[in-house]
């Protein structure tokens, strides 16, 4: 008889979760999370389908109205800023070596889409050999002060002066200055120390704290606390949260965006938990998503 008790637990978890299943986004959408304006993140630009951190995948990702071009940052030997996620080129270019240990010169000698070809011959193009590693610079001004950037301090302990560099860039093209209501520039670290020293730079950029769980992720409310002194949001690996996660990080006031979800599935669960936004390889498919709940979200708020 004592095991009954579990036994019926986990039969009515199994019910709940199939029951759920079967219902369609739209039948699970409600209005509590109306008015939210979620962001696309166009992870290292559409780079399902482009190779990462490419002029062409960020074209593709900024195809996705709205959207936001996302850009890891790592530093040349003579201190230019390009995007890179890796510390070496070995994984996206035909070289070999730390970037920090390259010169601009050199890095743009290399070739950054044919890994790509050779990775993906699904979505393989001739064109992709003769891309380039961008430099931040290059980027803005392809894009200009209208997009919208989602920008990464990566390896900042390793990088002097990082920060200073990103934010005059900023200036410079006048990045920061239109950035009160529409958020144009969001930048984000997994390293707080990045975020605190750009805070006191500059408090009016909207900063997210990057987090890497192992297993199931938990938060405090100390730790949330901590982080919206400098920050507006939390930017937590996706497989490890669930919806009591992310409730208690929107109810703490912060922004929530997983990355990164490349399943239509998860984007729907995601949206349906409360995410405020979502890094994905492919916007397109989230904006189509997203298209969906909002319109469901709309018929639920007007019932
Ligand atoms: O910046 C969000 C996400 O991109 C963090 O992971 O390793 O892809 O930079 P990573
Ligand atoms: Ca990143």
């Known amino acids: 008889m004592k095991r009954l008790g579990p036994v019926l637990l986990f039969i009515t978890i199994v019910v709940l979760m199939i029951y759920k299943l079967q219902i369609p986004l739209s039948q699970q959408v409600n209005s509590s999370n109306s008015n939210t304006n979620h962001l696309i993140v166009a992870h290292r ?16 990702g900024e195809k996705v109205n709205g959207s936001y071009i996302e850009i890891d940052l790592q530093m040349t030997k003579d201190g230019h800023l390009v995007a890179m996620h890796d510390e070496t080129v070995d994984r996206t270019t035909n070289g070999t070596g730390f970037v920090k240990d390259i010169t601009l010169d050199e890095i743009k000698k290399l070739d950054a889409g044919s890994w790509f070809n050779d ?117 937590p690996n996706f497989p490890s949260i669930n919806q009591a ?22 984007m729907e669960n995601a949206l349906l938990w409360g995410v405020t936004g979502v890094f994905t390889n492919d916007p397109e498919l989230f904006q189509n998503v997203l298209n969906t709940y909002n319109r469901m979200e709309n018929v639920a708020g007007k019932e």
């Open 245 to 266: 996660y992310v409730e208690k990080a929107r109810k703490s006031g912060l922004d929530i965006h997983p990355y990164t979800i490349n399943d239509k599935e998860e």
């Open 119 to 235: 990775m993906y011959p699904e979505y393989a193009n001739e064109a992709f050999k003769e891309l380039e590693v961008p430099t931040l610079e290059e980027i803005f001004q392809t894009f200009g002060n209208d997009a919208n950037y989602y920008i990464e301090t990566k390896s900042p302990i390793k990088y002097r002066n990082m920060e200073e560099k990103l934010l005059e860039l900023l200036d410079i093209y006048q990045l920061t200055s239109h950035n009160d209501d529409t958020n144009h520039v969001i930048i984000q670290s997994f390293s707080s120390e990045s975020l605190e020293k750009i805070h006191e730079l500059n408090p009016n950029i909207p900063l997210v704290q990057l987090l890497a769980y192992t297993g199931k992720a938990s938060i405090s409310d100390k730790q949330l606390a901590a982080i919206k002194k400098y920050a507006i949001g939390i930017a």
């Open 45 to 60: 630009g559409a780079s399902g389908y482009a190779p990462e951190h490419t002029i062409a995948s960020y074209e593709l």
